[in-house]
């Protein structure tokens, strides 16, 4: 006789949130009333008519033309391996091409690491806000965030004392998004050294998340890797952001040249070989990405820049909104001013039922629920934003008036 007794999942799942797509499903509610939404919940420059790269293109349909369909060794194909680790050699990080996995996306090498450092009960130094994957992963594996601060009122700079105040024994590693999501910052080299150092004295990795370095206002960001070569850096970056192909999962991690990381990146490998390889096409790209032409990222930059102008300009014009002005990538943090009682999802979720616009909150992100900030991706035109500001600033007010 067959029961109708829900089978139980594992406590693990219940901390994996990942709010950036778990709110699509009230925006999608919302949509079944009819109403458009407007999707500013996901950092994907494709929606937003932005193009990969016709070249990157190419060289993934000759892959394919030429046979390339089986799998590939599980570090990746040698002509990306040579590429990334040509890439970082020649940006002040030097490594030998047997420290460059190529992965599915920055995300996997984040996910790889952290299963090759940390068992049950570790720590992991995590911002806040931060990137969502890092807590989830953390999670997954029965280990704990430890979330230090980053300030809004110093340009969302990281409280460096919070971060040595927080390294105990049982520290496996510091996270550092630089330039970061969900604030656009990015940190000014003696942050970064001290950053550097904290995490070299402790002997613990500093696991550097710099996929948005090339869509630096100001010009490319520096590897961290650069500043200490023999520093416990682990860098990781990918094919989605500053090469416009994010669902194709392909990116990198480069391990730096200390002994110290030889037993991390042999444990790492060996949880590579578990998922056989990356997509095996999509690794020629790189190859064509690192060594081809990279001119579109200066217009997209451009692009960009006047977006985050215009973001920055029409919410601080509101008197119940910040809004730090972010100096990389699409993304701002701005802070809502909260009636009492009221949470950021609150507010969110108002915004989506109210004017179809759809944002994330920043307790997503690990932020405090009652501080008021959500997150925005400004990838839309400049006209569309301007229409969308319209809107939100409308809506602030209303929802300020409130209590
Ligand atoms: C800070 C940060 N790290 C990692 C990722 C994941 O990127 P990928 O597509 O390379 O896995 C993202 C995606 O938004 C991100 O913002």
């Known amino acids: 006789m067959p029961t109708s007794t829900s089978i139980g999942v594992s406590a693990r799942v219940r901390g994996f949130t990942y709010a950036i797509r778990n709110i699509v499903a009230e925006a999608k509610k919302v949509e079944a009333t009819g109403r458009k939404v407007r999707y500013l919940n996901i950092g994907d420059p ?76 570790d720590e992991v130094l995590v911002p806040t806000p931060t990137y969502p994957l890092y807590t989830a992963v953390l999670s997954k594996l029965g280990a704990r965030a430890v979330f230090y601060r980053t300030d809004p009122s110093n340009n969302w700079q990281p409280d460096l004392d919070d971060v040595r105040r927080l390294i105990s024994p049982a520290t496996r590693a510091l996270v550092v998004i630089d330039p970061n999501n969900p ?63 994010p669902g194709w999962r392909g990116g990198w991690m480069a391990v730096g040249r200390t002994e110290r990381l030889n037993e991390v990146l042999a444990a790492i490998k060996k949880l590579a070989d578990g998922r056989l390889c990356s997509p095996g096409p999509m690794q020629f790209a790189v190859e064509a990405a690192l060594n081809g032409d990279r001119s579109h990222q200066a217009s997209f930059v451009r692009e960009l820049r006047v977006r985050a102008d215009l973001t920055v300009s029409r919410l601080n014009a509101s008197p119940h909104v910040r809004c730090v002005a972010p100096q990389a990538a699409f993304y701002v943090m701005p802070q809502v001013l909260l009636p009492q009682g009221k949470t950021d999802e609150d507010f969110v979720l108002g915004l989506l039922r109210n004017t179809g616009i759809l944002c994330v909150y920043g307790s997503g992100f690990g932020m405090p629920a009652d501080q008021g900030f959500f997150r925005i991706v400004y990838l839309a035109s400049p006209d569309e934003l301007s229409a969308i500001y319209d809107d939100l600033v409308q809506y602030v007010d209303h929802f300020v008036g409130q209590s």
């Open 46 to 121: 494709i929606p937003f008519g932005f193009h990969t790269p016709p070249h990157l293109i190419a060289a993934v349909e000759k892959a394919m033309r030429d046979g390339h369909n089986g799998y590939t060794s599980s570090a990746g194909v040698e002509s990306a391996r040579n590429a990334v680790a040509n890439e970082y050699t020649s940006r002040g990080m030097p490594i030998s091409a047997d420290r460059a996995i190529i992965t599915s996306g920055t995300s996997e090498g984040i996910e790889l690491t952290l299963g090759a450092l940390v068992d049950a009960g």
């Open 183 to 245: 604030t656009g910052a990015i940190y000014p080299e003696a942050t970064r050294r001290a950053l550097i150092e904290l995490a070299d004295q402790a002997n613990i990795v500093l696991m550097a998340d710099e996929v948005y370095g090339d869509l630096a206002f100001d010009g490319p960001a520096p590897l961290y890797g650069a500043l200490a070569p023999d520093a416990p850096i682990i860098s990781y970056s990918s094919l989605s952001k500053a090469y416009l192909a």
